[in-house]
T-cell receptor, first 114, second 113 residues
Framework: AQSVTQLGSHVSVSEGALVLLRCNYS??????LFWYVQYPNQGLQLLLK??????LVKGINGFEAEFKKSETSFHLTKPSAHMSDAAEYFC????????????FGQGTTLQVKP | DTAVSQTPKYLVTQMGNDKSIKCEQN?????MYWYKQDSKKFLKIMFS???????INETVPNRFSPKSPDKAHLNLHINSLELGDSAVYFC????????????FGPGTRLLVL
């Protein structure tokens, strides 16, 4: 079975500070990994994804994530937080069988302080 | 044009009622999904259809019945609504199954009283 754990349900940073949101996964097959963002009262939007190839993945809005197989991690980073980054962030892994079944972590709320 | 749309956006109803949520995508995708987000924001897949064929059916009460009249539409019908059904329901669509990016609708906020 596959699973995702996001460390820290709530992360608070100052505007301009580094953003680091942690995600660890468990998978018996090579995983496809995703980060989605959810703004208040909206649907989810893809930030970035890792399927194969380069382990450092760049996404929208200045975010990037690095796939580390040895650590089973896919942490999300952004060098400098902006107020507009305040949102809920979800890490996800596809289920086995390549059916598109996304298994989500519990989410991390990012607060950005002025 | 909205890529994935859902109607209604809000749904308030009494226990025991039957309700439907509609989803449409204009992206030309082959696969559509229903997810449930509970009050703690946890997201879980419920169903998935590929070209009108059911391919994922998670452990969901049989009061929930998805229907896909064509590959651009996936509706969710819920019978005998219960308090625990209160949640936000998201529709999504993708191309290429597992690796394809899933595009989510804005959600339908269901409140059962």
């Amino acid at each position: 079975a596959q699973s995702v754990t996001q460390l820290g349900s709530h992360v608070s940073v100052s505007e301009g500070a580094l953003v680091l949101l942690r995600c660890n996964y468990s998978s018996s097959v090579p995983p496809y990994l995703f980060w989605y963002v959810q703004y208040p009262n909206q649907g989810l939007q893809l930030l970035l994804k890792y399927t194969t190839g380069a382990t450092l993945v760049k996404g929208i809005n200045g975010f990037e994530a690095e796939f580390k197989k040895s650590e089973t991690s896919f942490h999300l980073t952004k060098p400098s937080a902006h107020m507009s980054d305040a949102a809920e962030y979800f890490c996800a892994v596809t289920g086995s069988g390549n059916t598109g079944k996304l298994i989500f972590g519990q989410g991390t709320t990012l607060q950005v302080k002025p | 044009d909205t890529a994935v749309s859902q109607t209604p956006k809000y749904l308030v109803t009494q226990m025991g009622n039957d309700k439907s949520i509609k989803c449409e995508q204009n992206l030309g995708h082959d696969t559509m999904y229903w997810y449930k987000q509970d009050s703690k924001k946890f997201l879980k897949i419920m169903f998935s259809y590929n070209n009108k064929e059911l391919i994922i059916n998670e452990t969901v009460p049989n009061r929930f019945s998805p229907k896909s009249p064509d590959k651009a539409h996936l509706n969710l019908h819920i019978n005998s609504l219960e308090l625990g059904d209160s949640a936000v329901y998201f529709c999504a669509s993708s191309q290429e199954g597992g690796v394809g990016t899933q595009y989510f609708g804005p959600g339908t906020r269901l409140l059962v009283l």
